[in-house]
Each structure stands twice: as structure tokens, then as C-alpha cells.
């Protein structure tokens, strides 16, 4: 009950209403770049272009005719308008003071929010040096050896990768995909004993993932179907609806199933 009343009082602040009124607008555009990163098949080569583009757009918003656009669609009371409606305790005392109260947030709420959270973190997890690899990484799979000259620099002398070898493995390669740039064809063409160099390197490019949403994504699969209600679940059973349920998407003929499950024997023994 205390917990309950402790989280009522929090939500009827005024600092939490004018946060979250704040982080619904930003958060709507930052929803573009997660539901990008999502996708099974993306990169962060693929997804440099959209992450810059957040980035200036959050850049932009961040001035004050932006901040004017983010008011609710009830006026403030006159009688209101010239004082500061907040909570202030001892801790709040170095806390900007401004006449008005459109200042005063936008100061000690809408500038730090997209400031330190938002802009700073994001381009601390999207720097430079990851877009040049990303995108080193996607030239290297296409067989492009100047495009993926960044990757081949960084890790030539730890690989002892021979450049000028690497160079003609990636032509003759090339022409083996012909635009084929599937995984299980890269599997079964790119053997370590004819294309040393090149085989240490795509080795690398497959092991950089672009972000941990796809094993993130098995993880909550887990919770789903693992519940208290079938907590005596075999460890094959698990396994078997996890895969289910994580790689749904896969389309499935129904009859090969059925044939496959009419070779099995399914007497059962009453005696």
C-alpha cells in the first residue's frame, strides 16, 4: 500500500508529467532507428545513413522554437503565468531559477534530456570508427577491395593477411559469387586451404554483430514460453518451441511435415 501510494505521488508530480510528455516526442524519433536495427537482416553499414539522420534531426530540434511546439493543447491559467509551478526541495536549490515557466523547462528538462540522454550517447554508440568498419565490412563482402581497405589496415598484421594476396583472392572470388551474396554460398565456396587470407577476414566481418537485438530477441521468446505453469518442462521440448516460436517467420510446407510424421511408429501399447 505504501509502495502503491509512494508511486501515485511520484506520477502526480509535475516533473515526471513534463518528462514524459518530452521523451514521448523525442522517443518517437529515435523509434525509427530501433525498429531499423531490429530487422534480422540489418547492418550497420545499411543503417549509417538513418542513424546520422537522427542524429541531425535531434540536433536540430534542439532549439527553442522546436521546444515551443511540444505544448499540450490547454492553456495555463493566467494566474499561473507568472510563476515557476513546481515541487522545490534543498536538493533543487542549484536548479537554473527563470521568470517564466516555459524557460524554466526548457533549460533543466528538454536540453538535458536530448543533450546528455539522447545526442551524446548516440554518438558515443555510433562513432566513426564503427561506421568505417561497418561499412568496410559490407564492401568486403561484396568482394570490393578499396571499399574494405579500413577493415584489411586494422586487422592485416594481427591476421598476418598478405595484402597483394588478398587482392587477387577477392577478384578471383568475386567472380565465383557473380552477385551472390548468401551465406550458405559463401559456406560452401570459400575453403580456408584456396583462399587463406580472404577466409580470415570474412571470419572477422561475420563475428561483428550490429547490435544484440537478435539474441535479445531469443531471450525474451525464453520468458514467454518458459513460464512458472510449465516450469517441469524437458530441456528438448524448450529447445524445440523456442525455435518455433524465434523462427516463425519461415515459411513451412505443412504436408512435408505430415509426411515426415507419418514414417514415425505411433502404436500405442495398451498391454
Known amino acids: 500500500m505504501a509502495q502503491a501510494i509512494g ?26 532507428l530501433s525498429v531499423q536495427l531490429q530487422a534480422k537482416s540489418a547492418t550497420l553499414g545499411k543503417s549509417a545513413s538513418l542513424v546520422k539522420g537522427i542524429i541531425s534531426t535531434l540536433e536540430n530540434n534542439r532549439s527553442s522554437d522546436h521546444f515551443k511546439e511540444l505544448k499540450r493543447s490547454r492553456k495555463e491559467p493566467r494566474y499561473l503565468q507568472d510563476f515557476d509551478v513546481t515541487t522545490v526541495t534543498g536538493s533543487d536549490d542549484d536548479l537554473i531559477r527563470t521568470k517564466d515557466v516555459k524557460s524554466y523547462w526548457k533549460i533543466n528538462a528538454f536540453f538535458p534530456i536530448l543533450d546528455v540522454i539522447i545526442i551524446i550517447n548516440m554518438k558515443k554508440r555510433f562513432s566513426a570508427e564503427s561506421f568505417q568498419i561497418a561499412t568496410s565490412i559490407e564492401n568486403l563482402m561484396k568482394m570490393d577491395f578499396e571499399g574494405s581497405s579500413f577493415l584489411i589496415d586494422h586487422y592485416k598484421d594481427v591476421l598476418k593477411v598478405n595484402t597483394e594476396d588478398l587482392k587477387c583472392e577477392m577478384t578471383v572470388f568475386k567472380n565465383i559469387l557473380n552477385g551472390n551474396t548468401e551465406y550458405e554460398y559463401f559456406k560452401e565456396h570459400l575453403t580456408q586451404q584456396v583462399f587463406p587470407n580472404l577466409f580470415k577476414l570474412v571470419q572477422v566481418a561475420i563475428t561483428l554483430p550490429v ?59 495398451l498391454m
Not at 523525442?26 to 525509427?32: A, D, E, P, T
Not at 537485438?213 to 523456442?242: D, H, K, P, V, W
Open 211 to 269: 547490435s544484440s537485438s537478435t539474441c535479445e530477441r531469443s531471450f525474451s521468446a525464453m520468458r514467454r514460453i518458459n513460464t512458472y505453469l510449465r516450469s517441469t518442462m524437458s530441456q528438448n521440448r524448450f529447445n524445440e518451441l523456442g525455435i518455433l516460436n524465434i523462427e516463425k517467420d519461415i515459411v513451412v510446407d505443412v504436408e512435408d511435415i505430415l509426411n515426415e510424421f507419418s514414417k514415425t511408429e505411433r502404436r500405442i501399447k
Open 7 to 32: 508511486v501515485l505521488a511520484t506520477i502526480k508530480n509535475v516533473k515526471f508529467v513534463v518528462h514524459l510528455f518530452i521523451l514521448r516526442e523525442v522517443l518517437k524519433i529515435v523509434n525509427i
